[in-house]
């Protein structure tokens, strides 16, 4: 019979899914590793397996648990820009807070709870252009709308040092403009119901 | 003495560095193999990497090699946003004929030459827009004004369903909204001088 404390250092440590996924938003998503992770929480590589298939599972997870804390449907002001300020101003200060989540919001690979994110961004800006939020061609275009506000903010304003009031004053002026040019028809071939679909073909499941 | 034939088979069959970036345009900058570059002209893997050092070197070269080719010296039009709107028409042929190239214009990993693509570009706009080009700050605007229009022309307006007139149509409408929003001034913190430096330190070489 082993000593005592033989038999605690040979128990396995337990772990929940929920601490896995907080060490990897402290890691960074772009930069962990699953040894470092264990070795933050104090397990074995492979009791992280018990819990998730794959490196990618768990980047998955992260990003998506993360996005899922975001605050997309409330009104944030009184027009489709307001609401699009409201939301990439959240996504900024989330995206500065853990290092990788900006590519995974603009890259993938998404689980489909990721997919519901941008889906509850496109009702919200149809809804507030008065758009039917059950037409495809309504959604393609609010999608295209979200879309540019979400690349600029994450791409051209994504450094910590651009002010809020930056970020505002920008979108304010170039969602307009987009608006005006496109009249209500997105960029021909541009569908977020084809992107969708492709995507979730696509998606790799999560464990 | 092995028999003629023998001795051809097993002679080295002879390469050419641009025969090697031929195969990979065609194969796709973001999909090739060496192996598979290798097959395809007939040589051994270990003859490809006389020519390079890895993967990545032969897809920045090859990448670096397609870019070189656009016309970013001629003026494309009247104004900033004339020339800006010539340069990313061409930069959408360029990306529609070569898969990947487009990931690798707007994320590198860049060799010193493709830094070079980016400056002719701020040297033209600066210049259209009456800037002295050699001040950083007028160079660091010129930078977030072409970043602009070509982050949105790949990722927004990057399916080749859309027509180059709706191309034109869109940049000439935001890229004077962007302009009078920021009057001259980038982005708090965003500047090219400071991106330049950090990407020529982080840049790979070669080979």
Do not use: C
């Not at 959240?90 to 990721?114: K, V």
């Not at 941008?118 to 939020?133: E, M, P, R, S, T």
């Amino acid at each position: 019979m082993a000593p005592p404390d033989e038999r605690r250092r040979g128990r396995p440590r337990s772990v929940t899914a929920d601490a896995i996924l907080d060490a990897v938003e402290s890691a960074g998503l772009d930069g962990f590793t699953v040894s470092g992770i264990a070795s933050a929480l104090g397990v074995r590589d492979g009791t992280i397996y018990n819990y998730f298939s794959s490196r990618q599972a768990i980047a998955m997870s992260a990003g998506t648990r993360a996005l899922a804390r975001l605050d997309l449907r409330s009104e944030h002001g009184d027009d489709w820009v307001d609401y699009l300020i409201g939301v990439n101003l959240e996504l900024r200060r989330a995206t500065a807070q853990m290092s990788g989540l900006s590519g995974y919001y603009l890259h993938g690979p998404y689980l489909p709870e990721t997919l519901q994110v941008f889906d509850l961004q496109i009702d919200q800006v149809a809804g507030h252009l008065g758009l039917d939020v059950t037409d495809p061609a309504a959604r393609d275009y609010a999608f295209i709308l979200a879309s540019f506000a979400s690349t600029t903010t994450l791409n051209l304003l994504g450094a910590p040092t651009v002010p809020d009031d930056q970020v505002r004053a920008i979108l304010r002026s170039i969602l307009p403009a987009l608006h005006s040019t496109l009249a209500g028809t997105p960029p021909t071939g541009v569908s977020w119901s084809a992107l969708r679909s492709s995507l979730l073909k696509d998606s790799p499941t999560a464990d």
